[in-house]
């Protein structure tokens, strides 16, 4: 899962949608990635961060709870100010051992988050977003 590209891109929709009429979610629901990128970039409030985010997705990082960067005087912390991303179940089929699943709570596995997994996704470079 590409969690910068789906944390941004879900704010990006929820931007755009937010006044939008139900006959025109439909519309947007029907579009082709090519046609949905357009309508970001044609809008005012994403087309900004879409261009970011499209020349250069390594210039996000990955906040978790309790990363407090950017917590100097007046400033809020990394966790709280980035677009919010959360993760409720791993979609990934588990290795085989011997021909069979390979139980989730194997020690090999152990490496992986607890579910729900919440994160912000936060500019890591000097870029405006939208």
């Known amino acids: 899962m590409n969690v910068v590209a789906d944390a ?15 006959a025109r979610v439909r519309e947007v629901a029907e ?15 994403t087309a900004r961060t879409t261009r970011r985010l499209r020349r250069d ?8 709870p309790g990363d407090n960067s950017g917590d ?12 919010p991303f959360t993760m409720s179940r791993l979609y990934l089929d588990l290795p085989l051992v011997n021909g069979r ?5 194997h020690p090999a596995l152990t490496g992986l988050p607890r ?5 912000s ?4 470079r000097d870029i405006e977003t939208s």
Not at 31 to 45: C, G, K, Q, V
Not at 101 to 105: A, K, L, N, S
């Open 115 to 119: 579910m729900p997994w919440a994160c």
């Open 8 to 22: 941004v891109v879900r704010h990006l929709a929820g931007v755009v949608l937010a006044d939008v009429v139900p």
């Open 57 to 64: 997705p390594g210039a996000w990082r990955i906040a978790e």
């Open 31 to 45: 579009m082709t990635d090519d046609e949905f990128w357009a309508l970001l970039l044609a809008d005012r409030r």
């Open 121 to 124: 996704v936060v500019p890591d």
């Open 101 to 105: 699943p390979v139980d989730i709570h």
């Open 72 to 83: 100097g005087p007046g400033e809020r912390s990394a966790a709280t100010t980035g677009f």
